[in-house]
């Protein structure tokens, strides 16, 4: 449970509800060196994220080379932490099979047509090194349409974000990714038919402003809206219910 594990990266303590959650749901405190860096719904069968949240602190990225997994969907008895495959085989005695049953890996996402690498907590919103370096996890990207992820997408995650984000003190994230009809790699790993973000800031102790973005993952468009009106379209695109992202004292 994010509440009782992870609970700083959402506003009021609050996670989203449970009508985003998928049919093999896992809570991820994603964990490098000995500190959290942000939290993300996985879900275990489609192999991509329901979502990452995180506090937004920018900062310029430098790219990694390196990309992780998560040794925990493999068994508890393994690391807390963020490995590379290599690792995993070399000093823990993982197969890659057993990686594949929990997870996507690196070569899920090899020769992508039209498609990238797409991150949900993107590294140029994070200050420190170290969670840059943690959102290069595979459980942390979903199969994303090449021109979005580095069109208008782009320019949301580095331009409206940093324009909507002025005089908050703290800016509370939650991106995520609806899941699609069309798979790759042998239909081992699901390409989502939306992306979707959202922010709850908090200006004082007593104001707090939200906005929110959605984007078809075929097309180079992002959508600005409300959090209300976010809410209420991934309430028609998952059909499990009423969706809530924030705890209800952010303003719709």
């Not at 495959?85 to 070399?90: F, V």
């Not at 049953?101 to 797409?118: F, H, M, P, T, V």
């Not at 021109?147 to 703290?170: D, I, P």
Request: glycine share 6%.
């Amino acid at each position: 449970s994010f509440k009782s594990s992870c609970p700083e990266f959402f506003f009021e303590a609050t996670p989203p509800n449970e009508a985003l959650q998928p049919d093999s749901p896992v809570w991820i405190c994603q964990r490098m060196g000995n500190n959290y860096h942000f939290a993300t719904l996985y879900d275990k069968r489609k192999r991509i994220p329901v979502y990452s949240a995180y506090l937004y602190q920018p900062g310029h990225c430098k790219r990694p080379n390196t990309w992780l997994v998560e040794p925990q969907l493999v068994g508890r008895s393994y690391p807390k932490t963020m490995e590379t495959e290599q690792t995993l085989m070399n000093d823990f005695g993982v197969t890659l099979d057993q990686l594949k049953e929990s997870q996507a890996i690196n070569q899920d996402y090899k020769n992508l047509k039209d498609l990238n690498r797409g991150h949900l907590n993107p590294c140029c919103h994070h200050n420190s090194d170290t969670s840059k370096r943690a959102t290069f996890t595979l459980t942390n990207i979903v199969p994303q349409n090449d021109k979005l992820n580095g069109g208008e997408w782009k320019k949301y995650e580095e331009e409206t974000m940093k324009s909507k984000s002025q005089g908050c003190t703290t800016t509370y994230v939650v991106v995520g990714a609806v899941p699609g009809n069309n798979y790759i790699a042998d239909g081992r790993v699901n390409k989502p038919s939306h992306i979707w973000s959202s922010a709850c800031c908090e200006v004082n102790t007593n104001q707090r402003k939200s906005w929110a973005v959605i984007a078809e993952n075929d097309k180079n468009k992002v959508q600005l809206l409300t959090l209300g009106k976010l809410e209420d379209r991934l309430t028609q695109l998952y059909g499990k219910g009423k969706v809530s992202l924030f705890n209800n004292k952010c303003p719709r």
